[in-house]
């Protein structure tokens, strides 16, 4: 099979779908694999570390002519013209963003394998899982930064000084992005607060995080109350393949203190904070309501090396089973089924359907034979 590792374009975005340990791997299984010049420049992999590892580098225009399109990111508005009925394994996260791209996947004939729905026998999302874990440890950090006076912040630093806490950081959601931010703020030393669903992962968050972390039953009434004077609150909800419902309302921000700090890390899916919009590592920030928002969507390309490595090692026994078998091997997996967002002209995950209020498009896997 021939297999085209992309270059992203969207904005300061560093990372490559595939490294040269991969691009070997899947070269000595038989495969062509084809690596766009330069894409690897910016998480250090060189074009020259490819050849060696048996990948042939070449233009734009010849990596999308493959059977499968390895990406990072979704396809920006200028790739669109590529889309030519291939397979593209990518985060996709087409729920959370305008339907153009879902138009030019159905229009093309595209097969979209989105990396945020694939399961696990488990019903985890073993490829969203590593992004999502360093995109909680920065959403600590980018709030503490930007709680900073000369970036319009409070002035509140998180952390002990003198072993005095100092600071307040809310987070919604606990699953990686929310355990990792949890982590990363207690590590701080400030005073930390979880919202998850089940009281009884209390005892369990306190034990891997820190004994002194406070862990509320997420209510619109324990967030409204909590945020009050939050120096900084993460967004953490995640719905399965789903745009992010709104947990966070205006009028809840309006009540937070000036200079506080929101971090959504839900973005990607639409975002979990009603005042929340895309913004870019470019122009991370904007200020709504005295409060600043910080809501990149693409949070770990900020550290393309770690992410890289991480999401390789993730992604590679996926792209090794779809290369050597193709669709009928993603087909005979029911978790990486689950990836599966659009094929044949037809959305096939339901969320996504129902979150572009497409339902006439939408058609399961289970009409197609693959």
């Avoid at 009050?228 to 203190?257: F, I, S």
């Avoid at 959305?347 to 979150?355: E, G, K, M, Q, S």
């Amino acid at each position: 099979m021939k297999l085209g590792v992309v270059k992203e374009i969207k904005d300061k975005e560093n990372r490559i779908a595939l490294t040269p340990h991969g691009a070997g791997g899947l070269v000595g299984a038989g495969h062509v694999v084809r690596v766009e010049s330069g894409a690897g420049n910016g998480s250090g992999f060189a074009d020259e570390e490819y050849v060696s590892a048996g990948a042939e580098i070449t233009d734009t225009a010849a990596i999308w002519d493959v059977d499968v399109v390895l990406k990072v990111k979704e396809p920006m508005p200028p790739e669109y013209r590529y889309l030519k009925g291939q397979i593209v394994f990518t985060y996709f996260h087409l729920a959370g963003i305008p339907s153009a791209l879902t138009e030019a996947l159905l229009r093309s004939g595209t097969t979209a394998i989105a990396y945020e729905t694939v399961e696990d026998d488990a019903g985890r999302l073993p490829l969203l899982a590593p992004m999502s874990a360093i995109a909680g440890n920065m959403a600590s950090l980018m709030g503490a930064y930007y709680l900073a006076r000369f970036n319009r912040g409070r002035g509140v630093q998180l952390g002990r000084v003198l072993g005095e806490p100092h600071g307040k950081v809310v987070i919604i959601g606990d699953g990686v992005v929310g355990r990792h931010a949890a982590a990363t703020a207690s590590g701080m030393g400030t005073t930390v607060y979880v919202a998850g669903e089940f009281a009884d992962r209390e005892a369990e968050l306190k034990r891997v995080i820190s004994p002194d972390l406070h862990f509320l039953v997420s209510t619109r009434e324990t967030i409204a109350r909590e945020i009050r004077d939050a120096d900084l609150l993460v967004g953490a909800v995640l719905l399965h393949g789903a745009r992010a419902p709104h947990v966070v309302t205006e009028p809840m921000v309006r009540d937070m203190p000036n200079g506080a700090v929101i971090v959504d890390v839900s973005i990607d899916q639409g975002g979990c904070i009603e005042t929340s919009r895309p913004t870019s590592h470019s122009d991370p920030v904007y200020e709504r309501h005295g409060v600043i928002h910080y809501c990149v969507t693409n949070m770990p390309g900020a550290y393309p090396r770690t992410s890289t490595i991480a999401l390789g090692n993730a992604t590679f026994p996926y792209v090794s089973k779809l290369a050597d078998e193709g669709l009928p091997g993603v087909a005979s997996d029911s978790g990486f089924l689950r990836g599966l967002n659009t094929y044949g002209g037809h959305i096939t995950c339901r969320p996504v359907a129902d979150a572009l209020n497409m339902p006439e498009r939408y058609r399961p896997t289970a009409d197609f034979s693959f």
